[in-house]
């Protein structure tokens, strides 16, 4: 608990506080002006000797002023602000849909597309904290990698750990998208999409990618399709050797714009193209401000009193003060 959560009733009485400083000038500026020493024949080869209560006596005034301090804030009355909140969220259940085919290693995006790709995916999770989030990966096949959860540090841990090449290689969008909308088949959110993100064109699974965007239509998923990778001809894995390492070369950058495009129309959604990170960037930020979850904050405060800490401190000090003064310390005339 910090000390921002701490506020003032009377905060105006603080100011009385600039006496205590005030006291301690005059009391000790007149002490030193009024102490008059008094003379001793024949001790002046006395060594000083500091008592208990020569040290006793110089605290007195010092703690009548802090017990002063400690009365002057209790009346101020300081209070302990707790701050609760009620949120209500219409939360929308978001599919990600990850491709790993091995031309997704193509670097033409530093250091490659699936590294940056990962990042903008994170960071897109990260500011939507009411949503329910899932993750579907594919290649040349597809599956969940992650259900749908508000456990957001589940689906950044999943994002980072993807790696392309562990799956059999090739791109089955059309069992990806179908992997994605199986997964939001049951939900009952207000708002159901799906962000797929590929590099190429479909040349594997046994799904069309028309089929199942006309399913995402039928049960009210929203398809955001991205196509990641420069145009022309990028650096990228053209083989792999027998230890599993991939041997790079220049290929051609081929993504079915055609198809992505189709298949976010029928359902209501859009496709973008980022041929640079700070594009990919940007989509996904466009899309964070397209699908905006409905959120009601109701906020709640209540106050517990700390003044009683201070009032018994304070008149602890005057009490042991009196006491000191009037006994062990008492001065004769």
Not at 35 to 40: C, F, I, N, R
Not at 132 to 153: K, M, S, W, Y
Not at 181 to 199: G, H, P, Q, W
């Amino acid at each position: 608990m910090g000390l921002s959560n701490y506020t003032f009733h009377n905060p105006w009485l603080l100011l009385t506080l600039v006496i205590v400083p005030l006291l301690a000038y005059w009391y000790y500026s007149r002490g030193v002006k009024t102490a008059t020493p008094m003379p001793l024949p024949g001790l002046g080869e006395i060594t000083h000797q500091v008592s208990v209560k020569e040290v006793l006596s110089r605290l007195l005034p010092i703690m009548k002023l802090l017990g002063l301090a400690a009365l002057l804030i209790a009346l101020a009355r300081p209070q302990l602000s707790l701050q609760e909140e009620e949120i209500k969220a219409e939360g929308i259940d978001i599919m990600l849909v990850m491709d790993l085919s091995s031309s997704m290693l193509a670097q033409d995006f530093n250091p490659d597309r699936i590294s940056i790709s990962k990042v903008m995916a994170q960071s897109f999770v990260d500011k939507r904290p009411y949503d329910r989030i899932g993750l579907v990966v594919f290649a040349g096949e597809a599956f969940t990698q992650c259900p749908l959860t508000v456990d957001h540090d589940i689906v950044d841990a999943f994002l980072g750990s993807l790696q392309c090449g562990l799956l059999e290689d090739g791109t089955a969008i059309g069992m990806g998208l179908a992997t994605a909308v199986n997964r939001l088949n049951e939900s009952k959110a207000k708002s159901k999409i799906v962000i797929l993100l590929t590099d190429g064109s479909n040349n594997a699974g046994y799904i069309k990618p028309m089929t199942a965007a006309d399913i995402a239509k039928e049960i009210g998923v929203k398809v955001y399709s991205i196509g990641v990778g420069s145009n022309g001809r990028a650096r990228a894995p053209v083989s792999r050797r027998q230890d599993g390492t991939f041997v790079y070369g220049t290929t051609r950058v081929d993504i079915d714009e055609t198809l992505l495009t189709e298949m976010s129309k029928q359902t209501g959604g859009q496709y973008f193209r980022a041929t640079t990170s700070q594009q990919l960037e940007q989509i996904y930020a466009y899309i964070d401000t397209l699908e905006k979850t409905e959120i009601e904050v109701n906020v709640y405060k209540r106050y517990e009193e700390k003044y009683r800490g201070f009032l018994l401190f304070g008149l602890g000090c005057w009490l042991l003060s009196w006491l000191l003064g009037h006994t062990l310390l008492r001065r004769l005339p």
